[in-house]
């Protein structure tokens, strides 16, 4: 039974137990199949590794290269994507069918907040006692909502009831990588101009 080889770093150098492999120069130049031995010798002489890059394949491909540079290089790319991964937050307001214009007013302000960093937000109404009959009240509500902030956003998920609530995502037109660098953008503005006037 042939042993598996798991693992999730390529056999190099000496580690690669095969008679010949396929021979990739450093520049990705085909050099041909080759006894192990030569290859080996090869990497010595240019002072780089021989590194396993298809094991599957017959012969195994094995390539010359500067394995530690190579697996540094993996790992800032890596990071590199993580970081431009920006995870979405979503921000939840709740509101009630019968709300008074002021408290509309800050709850709006919140959502335009949310919409501006780049956020999606979950707009809940919560129906109480005889409520729940005139679900339209709600309805209403988020459309009226949705109107006063599409130059932010946009409805993701249209309303619908949810048992005693009903439930609308908006979503930010502008993507969260755009609204923080436009944030930096303001800053700075806002900086060079105060240090110009401090100047002045």
């Known amino acids: ?18 008679p010949e492999v396929r021979l990739v120069g450093p ?38 290269m500067d394995y530690g540079k190579f697996k540094y290089e993996a790992a800032m790319k890596a990071r590199e994507s993580r970081k431009n991964q920006v995870n979405t937050v979503i921000k939840e307001i709740k509101l009630r069918p019968k709300i008074d214009p002021h408290d509309y007013g800050t709850k709006k302000g919140h959502v335009e907040r949310f919409l501006s960093a780049g956020d999606k937000v979950k707009v809940t109404i919560m129906f109480r006692g005889r409520e729940q009959s005139r679900p339209e009240l709600g309805f209403r509500l988020l459309q009226r909502l949705a109107d006063d ?12 009831q949810d048992g005693r609530n009903m439930i609308m995502v908006l979503g930010p037109t502008k993507k969260k990588a755009e609204a923080r660098a436009e944030g930096r953008r303001r800053r700075e503005k806002a900086q060079a101009e105060q240090t ?4 002045a």
């Open 196 to 199: 110009a006037s401090a100047e």
């Open 1 to 18: 039974m042939k042993e598996l080889h798991i693992s999730a770093e390529p056999r190099i150098n000496d580690r690669i137990r095969v």
């Open 149 to 160: 902030v599409q130059e932010l956003g946009f409805v993701e998920s249209a309303p619908k």
């Open 27 to 64: 520049n990705g130049e085909q050099v041909g199949i080759v006894r192990v031995e030569d290859a080996l010798r090869l990497a010595a002489e240019a002072d780089l590794d021989l590194v396993e890059v298809a094991p599957q394949a017959k012969p195994p491909v094995a390539k010359l």
